[in-house]
T-cell receptor
Framework: DADVTQTPRNRITKTGKRIMLECSQTKGHDRMYWYRQDPGLGLQLIYYSFDVKDINKGEISDGYSVSRQAQAKFSLSLESAIPNQTALYFC????????????FGEGSRLTVL | GQQLNQSPQSMFIQEGEDVSMNCTSSSIFNTWLWYKQEPGEGPVLLIALYKAGELTSNGRLTAQFGISRKDSFLNISASIPSDVGIYFCAGQPRWRDDKIIFGKGTRLHILP
């Protein structure tokens, strides 16, 4: 089983709908992240969390919200999806201290029509 | 904000050739990282660099942390078909700041 699991893997939705992407991890890491990947644009940080009570905005947080339900769970929500939020979304974890080693999930591909 | 300029954007090479790609920034980074992403998967860390001037190898891969702290390169020797993928540089701009910034990636294609 994957250490970092994302659900759903693929989702097609319509403009204005609320969408939640979920991430769970079995690595025991405190730190969790949500990134967005668009073709040719690399990975952009949306939100990150150092522990259950700590949530921080990343580079492109507008239009997104997150919830850290437990150490192992970090969900990303789009309250009212729009077409330019069509992208590949990655959850990642790190233990901190070992700076830089992010462990990524397999990604959730979201299409907003 | 801080940005990483990664080049080239894509490469087409023959199997067996060596590959070189690099990443530059206008500001100083404390950590440089190189990741590889294969189709349908998330990026996986290849090499991490923590000191200016550091040269690190991982099999056929070699990466260096530039002396200026503003650049890094990744070399792949004797490329093989499984090297195909997108290679990302990433950096940590401030000590103990987990906002790791990624370059836009180099897509490597290998011709038979």
């Amino acid at each position: 089983d994957a250490d970092v699991t994302q659900t759903p893997r693929n989702r097609i939705t319509k403009t204005g709908k609320r969408i939640m992407l979920e991430c769970s991890q079995t690595k025991g890491h405190d730190r969790m992240y949500w990134y967005r990947q668009d073709p040719g644009l690399g990975l952009q940080l949306i939100y990150y969390s150092f522990d259950v009570k700590d949530i921080n905005k990343g580079e492109i947080s507008d239009g997104y919200s997150v919830s850290r339900q437990a150490q192992a769970k970090f969900s990303l929500s789009l309250e009212s999806a729009i077409p330019n939020q069509t992208a590949l979304y990655f959850c990642a974890t790190s233990r901190g201290g070992e700076i830089g080693e992010l462990f990524f999930g397999e990604g959730s591909r979201l299409t907003v029509l | 904000g801080q940005q990483l300029n990664q080049s080239p954007q894509s490469m087409f090479i023959q199997e067996g050739e060596d590959v070189s790609m690099n990443c530059t920034s206008s500001s100083i980074f404390n950590t440089w990282l190189w990741y590889k992403q294969e189709p349908g998967e998330g990026p996986v860390l290849l090499i991490a660099l923590y000191k200016a001037g550091e040269l690190t190898s991982n099999g056929r891969l070699t990466a260096q942390f530039g002396i200026s702290r503003k650049d890094s390169f990744l070399n792949i020797s004797a490329s093989i078909p499984s090297d195909v993928g997108i290679y990302f540089c990433a950096g940590q701009p401030r000590w103990r700041d987990d906002k790791i910034i990624f370059g836009k990636g180099t897509r490597l294609h290998i011709l038979p």
